[in-house]
């Protein structure tokens, strides 16, 4: 036990003295996270439009005023001619033309229908979208309002309830995500980089001569990791929590349990790539491009998988952190207990055993 | 490691684009039908003939239609209350309540747009109906209407990939030109061969260039490569000129490299530069405007963005391959990264200088 | 084997794949003795070594250290023994008081042992000033000295160095060399790999070893007599570069 702390202390003195990486480790979630809960919104408010209007009526001149007092259009300029709604979409300052047809008004008043063009820059399809759907809904208020009396025909109206997450906010599905690449990066990237240093810098050799056991010296090496992990997923949570409202609603004690369970999955990834790589720049590639890209893209941390081609949703099912995620934004945004998350928390107990395995026994042969 | 370096961006630029996608297909719906009218089957018929829905299942039991939601089985529940139909031939007015998952924000909001874009067009079907029985029965006046076209520009059939695989070309670009600018002198520094470079008579600025040309070449012939997919395999044609293109790729190319070297010149272990090479990366992507448009950020970070240079050859690289957007819409962009590029590699140089 | 050899191997070989990095070495080394392994690199010195550290199985042969097999008995071993690798072990980014805390921790010396032993080193090594200082900024002969330091530091049978002088300049590694006699004078046997020629002459016995077989063993006059030259370099040739001198 003594030289398991003497091991422990060595560890964190490694940790603690690189500054600079302790700087960027409790910076980095804490400036993502305040970035995703600040700036990043997918909420369309003061779209950039265009209007070109032949026809310069009073009621086009209405239905414009409504548009522009909705708060979600702000007008960029008035258009002369429909030359210039390609020169304008081409400095990608504009998001939506709104094209009003001559005798708009007169026509609406004579036939008692009028058109209206609307054009869009799809290149982003989902705010096109979004924004049409705006404009639709626009329309349709002006026009009930020019029909006086009661209503003609049909109303249906649509009750909407938002679910786990009432005001759309991007932190929600954010703050598990960061959790998982977190512990993710500290465990596996970390301890690999840190084992590899030891057999690139020759200690390794000398560890391994002395009394203390192989899975003794790899045991009380990764153990400061594992705490810095569990500091840093707090911090989060805690940042979550209290900033942005981001409720624990599950049991804690069950979200604490799944975290150690993945991290001793990543542990033994770490160790793994450690047993594989010769050299720091190795095990840095392979902690980026084999677990942290594909983490990142695959997990569904971003990217709900749903939407991906079946291959890639098949490759996915591979990638521990997705089931990891699954559980947490179970457990803390939908207060699920262990009998909705007991299939998860056995995928990833089966990753663990899996690459513990394959970790001791690569590292058993490399010493033998 | 010289095929990785070719093989790598075809192959990421296939991941990305395939999975990097907010394109929102496939909502998984279970509908909670109490009414079991004419009325409520072609208002879920509706929904059976998009291609944004998929139906899983349908029931009458509110608790079933809330577990679905919360095992992810479902996105979104569209209940049809008793005496639907009733209430709306009746009365002229009924409700749906749609209950959705919004733990994903975006895909939430989504959602709601495409649901009662369905029940719209629902609604005036059968007003339609009404209306030509009602008006064969009394002449009653025609209610005023306008009719709206839509049109989507640069992007008809509204796909997604469209939008992201320019952007990711900038993303390519990026982490092979920092990523190697980077690592390269602090790996230099920490096997210690940098000392042997420095007593030679070789001046500080020829042996940066010497370094930092190969990466330049290489970003630009990743960026190449980058291209050729766009074209041929996303069939996503070059609208505007491919002089300007690369004219800024390179110029971006040199603002990205500066940042690296700076960051090998401030860091001592290849750890630390990959560190903090990545936490500034991300943040550059975060608010590139890469999934999300930087008109919808609060001013504040707004005005952030404009020290990111991944930020405007999004914009550049979107308008020009997609728009076909000429050099002079966006000269100022030009300028920008122009004064970028001079910025960082003098501040890196400078800062190499000091430091041995 | 005699009753006073604390290494000792009879056979002893090393195979990785098809190729023969040891081929059936038999030798002993007495206690208290320092014992040169020579060779050019790539002769399998270091092979040799790291089967006596416990670092890799052989593939046959006996071997035995401190009266212990090697096969059987590794972990009683490491106990008894200090190693200093090529790239002397010490951690850059730690002091010198903690690397020398983590280094007799790892053997098990109680708290008091070790603060006894830091300062019984700094006072030997003139390193005292220098006690809280990071390893990286000492320069690279102070370092040597102490990462051997460290490898005794829990007072070992014998300690194993392999190539512990490596990038030195010669009053450095004399300097170097006399730590070694004051160990071995201690009664700790010193076990070392060279492939500096010049070094043999400091050590009791050698043996020289050519593509992983021992060519020559004894006293260092023993084998210039042998082979008719003035210096130890000259054996080399002689022996592994077939140079007629």
């Not at chain 1, 400061?224 to 004690?253: D, E, H, Q, R, T």
């Amino acid at each position: 036990m003594k030289r398991f702390i003497a091991f422990v202390k060595k560890e964190v003195f490694h940790i603690t003295r690189d500054f600079r990486t302790m700087l960027i480790l409790f910076g980095m979630p804490v400036a993502q996270i305040l970035l995703f809960g600040f700036a990043i919104t997918n909420e369309i408010r003061d779209a950039n439009i265009a209007i070109l209007d032949h026809s310069k009526d009073h009621i086009s001149e209405k239905l414009t005023n409504k548009f522009l007092s909705s708060g979600y259009f702000k007008l960029d300029s008035y258009l002369q001619s429909a030359e210039e709604i390609e020169t304008e979409f081409k400095k990608g300052k504009i998001k939506l033309v709104i094209v009003f047809g001559k005798q708009f008004g007169e026509n609406l008043n004579r036939f008692q229908s009028s058109e209206l063009q609307i054009i869009a820059d799809a290149t982003d399809p989902n705010t096109a979208n979004t924004l049409i759907n705006y404009t639709q809904s626009i329309v349709r208020d002006f026009v009930a309002s020019l029909n006086p009396g009661p209503p003609t025909g049909i109303m249906i109206i649509p009750e909407v309830r938002f679910r786990y997450n009432q005001n759309l906010k991007g932190v929600f599905l954010f703050v598990p995500g960061l959790i998982t690449i977190i512990l993710m990066l500290v465990t596996a990237m970390m301890t690999s980089i840190s084992l590899t240093r030891e057999k690139e810098l020759g200690t390794m050799e000398v560890l391994l001569a002395s009394p203390m056991k192989p899975i003794q010296i790899i045991v009380a090496k990764v153990i400061p990791y594992i705490f810095l992990a569990f500091f840093i997923s707090i911090i989060v949570l805690l940042l979550g929590y209290f900033v942005f409202g981001v409720p624990i609603k599950g049991n804690l004690l069950l979200l604490l349990f799944e975290l150690l369970l993945f991290v001793l999955t990543t542990l033994s990834l770490g160790i793994l790539i450690s047993t594989i790589a010769k050299t720091q720049l190795v095990a840095l590639m392979i902690s980026v491009m084999g677990l942290l890209l594909p983490t990142i893209i695959l997990s569904g941390f971003i990217f709900p998988i749903e939407n991906m081609p079946k291959i890639l949703q098949w490759i996915s099912n591979i990638i521990p952190a997705k089931w990891f995620i699954i559980i947490v934004k179970n457990i803390m945004l939908k207060g699920s207990g262990i009998d909705m998350v007991w299939k998860e928390t056995l995928i990833i107990l089966g990753f663990a055993m899996l690459f513990i395995m394959m970790s001791l026994k690569k590292f058993n042969i490399r010493i033998g | 490691m010289l095929p990785i370096i070719f093989v790598m961006p075809i192959v990421q630029l296939l991941i990305l684009s395939n999975a990097a996608t907010f394109e929102i297909k496939n909502l998984k719906i279970y509908f909670n039908d109490f009414d079991k009218s004419t009325y409520s089957n072609r208002l879920k018929s509706k929904f059976y003939q998009t291609d944004y829905f998929q139906i899983t299942g349908e029931s009458t039991s509110r608790k079933m239609a809330e577990a679905q939601l919360s095992r992810n089985t479902a996105d979104i529940i569209c209940e049809i209350p008793q005496d639907f139909e009733k209430n709306a031939v009746k009365y002229g007015l009924s409700k749906v309540f749609f209950k959705i998952n919004a733990i994903d924000g975006m895909k939430a909001g989504l959602t709601v747009n495409y649901a009662q874009n369905i029940l719209e067009g629902f609604i005036s079907e059968i007003n339609n109906e009404l209306s030509y029985k009602l008006s064969s029965a009394i002449a009653s006046p025609r209610p005023k209407s306008i009719r709206v076209n839509y049109s989507n520009w640069y992007n008809e059939r509204l796909d997604y990939k469209t939008f992201m695989v320019p952007a990711l070309l900038v993303l390519l670009v990026t982490l092979i030109g920092g990523f190697l600018s980077s690592l390269n002198i602090v790996r230099e520094k920490e096997m210690g061969t940098i000392e042997q470079i420095n007593v030679t008579p070789i001046k500080k600025y020829q042996f940066i260039i010497g370094k930092l040309l190969p990466f330049w070449i290489l970003a630009l012939f990743v960026f190449t490569i980058g291209l050729l997919c766009t074209r041929y395999i996303f069939f996503i044609p070059l609208a505007g000129s491919l002089l300007v293109l690369y004219a800024f790729a390179a110029i971006f190319v040199l603002a990205i490299m500066g940042i690296g070297l700076f960051l090998s010149s401030v860091t001592d272990t290849q750890q630390q530069a990959m560190f903090v090479f990545w936490f500034i990366v991300v943040i550059f992507i975060l608010m590139s405007g890469l999934f999300t448009a930087i008109e919808n950020m609060p001013v504040w970070a707004q005005n952030l963005t404009r020290i990111n240079p991944l930020r405007y050859f999004m914009e550049v690289i979107r308008m020009v391959i997609l728009k076909g957007s000429g050099f002079n819409e966006v000269k100022v962009h030009f300028l920008i990264i122009t004064g970028f590029a001079i910025a960082t590699n003098s501040i890196a140089v400078w800062r190499y200088r000091k430091k041995s | 084997m005699t009753s006073d050899a604390v290494i000792s191997s009879e056979n002893l070989t090393k195979k990785f794949g098809s190729f023969t990095a040891v081929d059936h070495i038999t030798f002993e080394v007495k206690k208290g003795e320092i014992f040169g392994f020579l060779g050019a690199n790539g002769a399998g010195k270091t092979t040799a070594m790291k089967m006596f550290c416990g670092l890799l199985r052989p593939t046959s042969g006996k071997g035995f250290v401190a009266g212990l097999d090697i096969y059987k008995e590794s972990e009683k071993i490491k106990k008894r023994i200090g190693y200093m690798s090529q790239r002397f072990s010490l951690y850059e980014d730690l002091t010198v008081n903690e690397n020398i805390q983590f280094y007799a921790g790892i053997y098990g010396l109680d708290r008091k042992t070790i603060r006894k032993k830091q300062h019984e080193l700094s006072d030997k090594l003139q390193l005292t000033a220098y006690q809280n200082k990071l390893i990286s900024s000492l320069p690279l002969g102070w370092k040597q000295k102490l990462a051997f330091s460290v490898a005794i530091v829990h007072e070992p049978d014998i300690v194993f160095l392999d190539e512990p002088t490596g990038g030195v300049d010669p009053v450095t590694r004399r300097q170097f060399w006399d730590l070694i006699y004051e160990a071995a004078d201690a009664g700790v046997t010193v076990f070392v790999t060279t492939h500096y020629m010049d070094e043999a002459e400091y050590c009791d016995r050698i043996s020289m070893m050519v593509d992983g077989r021992i060519e020559a063993i004894g006293s260092t006059d023993h084998l210039k007599a042998k082979y008719k030259v003035n210096s130890m370099n000259d054996v080399f040739l002689i022996l592994a570069r077939n140079v007629e001198i």
